[in-house]
């Protein structure tokens, strides 16, 4: 008796490989799968712009950073709670002054800029087709940064715009490093404070466009993070107490889902061996001092040292060293 509806996600023709540079964007679905990435040594850069949820602002902000315009307009600078804020950016960027607030803008714009001229993937994850239009200049905000409501107009992106906003990226993209490849998710985190109704027709504008760049464009892939969480796992107790984000068991089946369709044979071999490391680096002993956990100490240390010639373990033997 079959209990649930398993999800099979087909590997594409290219997969990832452990020296692959991985750029993520997006909702926090991103940070998700960009922290477990970081942690197996893959070489990430993971939301440089902070999280986004829309399509228009993570293609806006990826456009900028290939076309290498590191300039923040000054019409898109609010003062609120004492803080510089930019309404492209998500609050984790902020500056006590307008200067401060560009110059962090610039390194967020060059960190990006030079990662994706040597990235090969990039993994999109899409939240919202809900979008908020700053009513002083016409444009999509990546976020509101609690200004009054009134600033903002309400409405849903489309289907056309959004293909439209990656067609216009992809070019510039391919114009400058053609080996990038994408993978498409749309985050299988809820935005039920926009309603459930609303919510529903919100992701499935992210899913058609998704289906529409998948079929329009080479070198793009679909991972079903979302349908994953709806429709095969299906159940609260996946869910974390806010009962709107995956939990940890949530997040590593869809994690296992990932590396198993994504991550060419000799990448998921590593991550299956480099888990053990990172369990034994995360033992918490009864006694430190020990002789049984020093033994045990030694014996992890000359275990990283087997993965020397793949990844830098010094951080990691320094910290059992400590121990000793």
Request: charged fraction near 25%; aromatic fraction near 12%; charge should be neutral.
């Amino acid at each position: 008796m079959l209990l649930r509806s398993e999800i099979k996600v087909n590997p594409p023709a290219d997969q990832i490989n452990l020296k692959d540079p991985v750029l993520l964007t997006g909702s926090c679905f991103s940070e998700n799968i960009g922290s477990l990435l970081s942690s197996c040594k893959f070489n990430v850069l993971v939301n440089p712009f902070g999280t986004l949820y829309n399509p228009h602002s993570i293609f806006r902000l990826m456009l900028s950073a290939a076309k290498e315009n590191f300039e923040l307009p000054e019409t898109d600078i609010v003062f609120n709670q004492g803080i510089y804020r930019c309404l492209g950016f998500h609050s984790a960027i902020s500056g006590k002054d307008m200067p401060d607030l560009k110059e962090k803008g610039r390194e967020a714009f060059h960190r990006s800029s030079d990662f994706l001229r040597k990235n090969k993937w990039i993994i999109l994850t899409l939240g919202t087709s809900i979008v908020y239009v700053y009513k002083k200049t016409g444009e999509i905000v990546a976020n509101c940064h609690k200004l009054p409501a009134d600033n903002f107009q309400r409405q849903f992106m489309q289907v056309d715009d959004i293909v439209a906003g990656f067609s216009e990226l992809h070019a510039a993209l391919n114009g400058i490093n053609p080996e990038i490849k994408f993978i498409l998710t749309v985050s299988p985190v809820r935005h039920l404070n926009e309603g459930f109704d609303d919510n529903q027709v919100s992701k499935s504008i992210l899913r058609l466009a998704c289906d529409r760049i998948a079929r329009q464009f080479s070198g793009i892939n679909y991972f079903p993070a979302y349908e994953i969480m709806i429709d095969d796992l299906r159940d609260y107790r996946f869910y974390s107490d806010d009962l709107v984000h995956p939990n940890s068991l949530a997040v590593q089946y869809i994690w296992e889902k990932f590396n198993a369709a994504y991550f060419d044979y000799e990448t998921r071999e590593f991550v299956r061996a480099w888990s053990k490391i990172l369990k034994a680096l995360s033992h918490r002993p009864f006694n430190p001092g020990s002789s049984e956990y020093k033994e045990f100490v030694k014996n992890t240390i000359e275990k990283l040292k087997s993965f020397g010639d793949k990844v830098n373990v010094g951080p990691e033997i320094e910290q059992l060293n400590d121990q000793l």
